[in-house]
């Protein structure tokens, strides 16, 4: 059977570029069945679903486990994951929402589920935000020696080469 974890689908949520239905798309660009029905009347659901996830993930970098479970259970209780077994493409699985509702609840369900997944099994002392300036995203550290300070190769790159050209300025 396969079970998935879908904490990296709550991260690429709270992440995303909400300004419209064309930007969410680009970043659920990995599961084509959500990212080809987004939809504007999906937005407001998702902003909402994606700002709980953001104070939850905030609260977590702050060490403030009350606001971290607080925020989890609003949205599990709110967009509750409905599991339904499946076996399309010939391989038994599980999906946490219903498939046939709009993308929207089952984007919301997803993410709810797979925040929970992401505290249950790495605590809240391995999530960051992206050390560089300007970035606004979250991490989940799962590196040996939890030293990550970026949410990317890309944003890692920019702040050692702006510091490179620093050093050699001066």
């Known amino acids: ?66 606001t971290v479970k607080a925020a989890t259970n609003d949205l599990l209780s709110t967009y509750p994951p ?19 509702a709009g993308p929207a609840r089952e984007i919301a369900a997803v993410t709810s589920w797979g925040l929970a997944q992401g505290i249950v099994r790495h605590g809240t002392d391995r999530w960051g935000k992206c050390a560089a300036p300007h970035c606004e995203n979250y991490f989940l550290d799962t590196s040996a020696n939890r030293t990550k300070q970026f949410c990317s190769p890309r944003c890692a790159n920019r702040v050692n080469v702006a510091a490179f050209r620093a050093r050699h300025r001066s």
């Open 1 to 66: 059977m396969h079970n998935a974890d879908y904490t990296e689908s709550a991260l690429r949520l709270a992440n995303a570029d909400l300004t419209g239905p064309e930007t969410l798309s680009t970043a659920l660009r990995d599961d084509p069945r959500w990212s080809e029905r987004i939809s504007e009347s999906d937005m407001a659901v998702l902003r909402d679903v994606a700002a709980i996830v953001r104070r939850a993930l905030a609260a977590a970098t702050a060490g403030d486990a009350r």
């Open 82 to 100: 409905l599991p339904r077994l499946s076996d399309h493409d010939s391989e038994w699985h599980i999906h946490v929402a219903d498939v046939d």
